[in-house]
């Protein structure tokens, strides 16, 4: 019994001991595996329907798959909550209020449109909960207003620059934007009018079409019906994707796609090209996305699921645009933030704590736990997404470049450019090409055209601009402006030198400039500019100053007529003051100058050459020297007495005395000039000199702005006597009641072509003009038109034509005292002569200098110091030169005498015989000296060897006076 007994408990036995292994092993195994991912809830308000919201639902689960994928060993799970808006307010703020309460979620995707995002920004800020939107874009809501909000996509305030810069690019001046009333459309408008009016793009905005979000075609077609009446054919259309779809057909209907409109569409409806349809000829902005590898195969597997989930769409909305990119890099930014909580934050509370109330309750909502870390984690992420590198500045997506697109037949886009707030438009992104920078590639514009269109056209019922102009006008400067009004018809006709300038510049414009002249009471310019910049007036066309303070009040054209001030002042005969040294002026200082130096020169020459050859060049030093100056200066009136012995101080001197006939006849031509024809001078020498004469009065334009350019510039308010026409000024200058005119030169042109010859005009002062221009409002677009068509009409012959026809020929109006004038002849006018002489006098002491060194090199032995060289050459150059032929034959008295070879050892002296007159031989070897015996003359032949004979006869001397002759 005891043995069956023990059989029948082994099974149990071991039946309990393999339940208990079996329970064991389990525990073991589950803790040795690693802990399940924590769960991170968070919430996605969208509008389902909408389009973007179609984007939200494909895009934000395919990236957090790809996220996963990427890193499966995340600690964290984002888990998507998702709540459809239907584009309310109301049910985005009571989903965001679910999700923060009673649903867990520690942050929010979305809300979709920006005045949802407004809102719930606000709640989330008070509960210090994160929201990041990837689809407001609106200015509107920001960071900077609600501290946990984070925008994962471009504002809109981004692409004004862009938009700007284009307007520039393709000269539009007048540009409207067409934007939808809300404060997605509204908040946009203010940056882009910035944008258009300040800066180089210097455009004006007339008008701003505001169109509601339920606007009906017949609505819409009524505003594009108004618009086309206008001169601006430029538009910026800025809507949510409805509304755009029926303001572009429309405008196909009335005619504003056709040739010479432009349409430019801003990047949230560049981002959905497949839902709006634009037609040919749009041109659209877009945030730069780099394609990668990643890209197109994202791109690839986008489209197949979008087309899945929605297979009720057309396929062109199957293009992952920008709203796909900034979903997808949102969700991953959320992602990777999650990785980054803590465990004990991830095990906290989720949803707020610490409130009071209900979970409807706005006042009393609670705090999150960790949405203060989940949002610093959020703005700190950084990685390479699908639009290039994420990242947040300041809670804002920095996107570096815009990509501008331009719509082709088939609804597809064409790359023509990228823009950049660093370096403005180019070609390439990368810029590769300097010489692409600022261009873009050839644009097909609405109506299939290829021509650029102006942005205008010609009014249908636009109103005229009114010109003013000034009524009261002297006569004596009609010619510059005057209005007349017909008392009867009441019609106005302008004329004059400033109105035939403006009208022919409105001539040159590409489009037509209805203006009508309206006549201004007379005021000073000063408040005239104020009437044009406070909108009394379009525009005034006068004889206007540009000046820094009427700039501040209105926007001047560029000048069309250069000006500086001057003064006219009378003239006086200038030949009775300083008649003492009236010879010294028909030369000037430096020509004066450099004719001594040349007389100076030239002497030293002529003695370098002849002092070693010549007897009249040789002496003692005193003796030298003045026989150098006075030969040069006795040049002057060719009374040298010297013989020239060397062939080169001949040149030289021939060349010299040609100079000196030149001179001696251009200055006896001039002193005679100045001493019998008039020498007309002003009273008044230059603008210092009047400025320095306190007792003298100066005439100014009476309402001219000369009052106070002449008090800066230090004339006392005493001394400016104000007048009205040169007829005034004319008669104040001859009595002397002033001592000049002081005028800009347009108005003293004129005065001296009423009065010429008794007055002259001083010109070059110190004071400059900006010159003449017209005066429109600031912000004018016509501003730069008009200034481009001045630069062309001055450019051509018609500009000169009209200065003719107004103010005479050049001559004319130059009248300086129509008298004669002598000036004195400077160097400027010689220095030709002066280089020949100079160059001739040196070439032939050059010449003499080398003759002399070749003749005397062996004198100069090789053991000599170079000091002693010099002074050797030095005492060679000043002796004589005894192979020159000059002493070869000596004139001296006395008949008869005895020959000895001087420094001859040995030579035995040789008796000279005859009788007074007769010739006497003797041997010519070298050097002999003759001991004279009788005084009377004789006539003495010596023979060098036979070979020489020469006869000379030498004048009588004192038979008890013994003189040694060298002869050779």
Known sequence: MAGESRARSHPLFLLLLLLTFAAFLPATSRAQQPSAPAEVKVGLIIDAASPVGKIARTTIPMALEDF??????????????????????????????????????????????????????????????????????????????ARFFARAATSDAAQAGAIAALATHFGWRRVVPVYQDDDYGAAFVPFLVDALTTGDARAEVPYRC???????????????????????????????????????????????????????????????????????????????????????????????????????DEPAQAEMGCYAVWAYDAAWAVAHAAERLSSSDLSSPPGLVGGKGGPTEIAGLGKSVTGDKFLRAINDTRFDGLGGRFELINGELAVPAFRVINIMDNGKERGVGFWTPQHGLSRHSDRRSDESNGELAPVIWPGESTVQPRGWVQPTNARKLQVAVPGSVADGYKAIVHLDVDLVTNQTTASGFVIEVFE????????????????????????????????????????????????????FTLPYTATAIAMVVPVRDERGSKRTWVFLKPLRYDLWLVSAAFFLFTGFAVWAIEHRVNDDFRGPPSYQVGTLLYFGFSTLVFAHRENLRSNLSRFAVVVWVFVVLILQSSYTASLTSMLTVPQ???????????????????????????????????????????????????????????????????????????????????????????????????GSPYVTDLSRAIL????????????????????????????????????????????????????????????????????????????????????LFDDKDPSAHTFRIKDYGGAVGVASRNGAVGSPPVTLGGEAGSPVSVPYTSEWSVEMESPETCEIELAAGGQEREEVRAPPMPTDQERMVELQ
């Open 792 to 875: 062309e009409l001055t450019e051509s012959d018609e500009m000169n034509m009209i200065e003719r026809k107004w103010f005479g020929e050049e001559d004319d109006g130059a009248a300086e005292g129509g008298g004669f004038t002598s000036n004195s002849l400077s160097f400027g006018s010689f220095w030709g002569l002066f280089l020949i002489t100079g160059a001739t006098s040196l070439l032939c002491c050059a010449v003499h200098l080398a003759t002399f060194v070749a003749a005397n090199r062996r004198e100069i032995t090789p053991h000599l110091s170079w000091k002693d060289r010099v002074r050797k050459m030095a005492k």
């Open 210 to 312: 505001a169109l509601p979000a339920a606007a009906t075609r017949d609505a819409i077609a009524a505003a594009l019906y108004r618009m086309e009446s206008e001169q601006t054919r430029a538009f910026v259309l800025h809507t949510r994707p409805e509304l755009a779809r029926r303001v572009l057909a429309s405008a196909v209907e009335t005619g504003m796609m056709a040739e010479g409109h432009a349409w430019v569409i801003t990047d949230g409806l560049t981002g959905l090209l497949g839902s709006i349809e634009p037609p040919q000829g749009v041109i659209g902005l877009a945030p730069y996305v780099p394609v990668t590898p990643r890209l197109r195969d994202v791109r690839k597997r986008w489209a197949h699921r979008y087309m899945r989930d929605h297979r009720d």
């Open 680 to 778: 007309l001078g002003p009273t008044v020498a230059d603008y210092g000199a009047l400025l320095r004469a306190a007792d003298q009065k100066v005439g100014i334009m009476n309402n001219s702005f000369m009052r106070g350019a002449m008090g800066k510039a230090g004339f006392t308010p005493d001394r400016l006597v104000p007048y009205r026409n040169p007829q005034e000024f004319q008669e104040a200058l001859l009595n002397g009641t002033i001592a000049a005119v002081v005028n800009e030169t347009p108005y003293l042109k004129i005065f001296l072509k009423a009065y010429r010859g008794n007055f002259t005009m001083v010109a070059g002062q110190r004071n400059k003009t900006g010159g003449f221009g017209f005066a429109f409002p600031k």
């Open 504 to 555: 022919a510049a409105v001539r040159l414009l590409p489009y037509a400039l209805p203006f009508e002249y309206v006549k201004a009471e007379s005021m000073p310019y000063d408040k005239l500019v104020e009437a044009v910049g406070n909108g009394s007036f379009d525009a005034a066309v006068a004889d206007i100053t540009i000046t820094a303070n009427r700039s501040e009040h209105v926007d």
């Open 68 to 145: 996963y994928s990427a890193f499966p060993n995340s600690s964290a799970r984002v888990k998507i909550l998702q709540h459809d808006s239907r584009g309310d307010v109301v049910a985005a703020a009571s989903a965001a209020l679910q999700l923060m309460t009673s649903q867990g979620a520690r942050a929010i995707l979305g809300p979709q449109s920006s005045v949802e995002s407004a809102f719930v920004a606000g709640l989330a800020t008070r509960a210090e909960f994160p929201v990041v939107s990837f689809s407001a874009t609106s200015p509107s809501v920001s960071p900077a207003a």
